[in-house]
């Protein structure tokens, strides 16, 4: 199976910044898209980020300028660097990635999967 599991939430002061990773393990043959969500109590899941397989990287307007996303091919990771952040950025992030896998020597459609989230405060 194919897990994502996002690490470095926490509570940070307003201005401050926060770098979350997120790795991707299992059987794995290929990462497509991968990004970042957000969803902030009493609201819906949000797009944030999100970095193309080749690096091309799009941003909510909301955080462009602030967040920049990144990725580690050999390590099947991405990053999300957040950086003036402001108490609106309260939320859960929640990683995203298309991954393609061949199984019995056979390629699969990629499938999408979700990390378990992880909190990140920022206080005011």
């Known amino acids: 199976q194919v897990q994502l599991v996002e690490s470095g939430g926490g509570l940070v002061q307003a201005g401050g910044s926060r770098r979350l990773s997120c790795a991707a393990s299992?059987?794995?043959?290929?990462?497509?898209?991968m990004g970042w969500y957000r969803q902030a109590p009493g609201k819906q899941r949000e797009w944030v980020a999100s970095i193309s397989s080749g690096g091309s990287t799009n941003y909510a307007d909301s955080v462009k300028g602030r967040f920049t996303i990144s990725r580690d091919n050999a390590k099947n990771t991405v990053y999300l660097q957040m950086n003036s952040l402001k108490p609106e950025d309260t939320a859960i992030y929640y990683c995203n990635a298309d991954i393609s896998r061949v199984l019995l020597g056979i390629p699969r459609p990629p499938v999408n999967y979700w990390g378990q989230g992880t909190q990140v405060t920022v206080s005011s």
């Open positions: 299992g059987i794995i043959s290929y990462i497509n898209d």
